[in-house]
């Protein structure tokens, strides 16, 4: 059971670090320090995309963007945050 929660865990850090990566380039692409049409850059934030839409699409559903700012990345980041804090609680009793 030690290593369902640690595996949770870990897949719940990585992605954690994906929602940072994805937030960073999209910065990068916004104030063009990186330049969007490079095969390299395509590539990286498409795959980003691909893996963090499906869980930030819902919560883009219910809190709608406010003056062109998402906050769907940090509402999932506190989502992460109380799973990875709950998680070993309720399956391990700590």
């Known amino acids: 059971m030690i290593a369902l929660v640690q595996t949770i865990d870990l897949i719940l850090s990585l992605y954690t670090w994906v929602l940072i990566g994805t937030a960073v380039?999209?910065?990068l692409i916004a104030f063009?320090?990186?330049?969007?049409?490079s095969p390299a850059v395509r590539s990286i934030g498409q795959g980003l995309h691909v893996v963090t839409e499906p869980l930030l699409r819902p919560i883009r559903r219910i809190v709608p963007?406010?003056?062109g700012m998402d906050f769907s990345p940090v509402i999932l980041l506190i989502v992460i945050f109380f799973l990875r804090r709950f998680i070993p609680e309720v399956l391990l009793g700590l």
């Open 65 to 67: 963007s406010a003056g």
């Open 32 to 37: 063009n320090v990186i330049n969007p049409y």
């Open 25 to 27: 380039i999209s910065w």
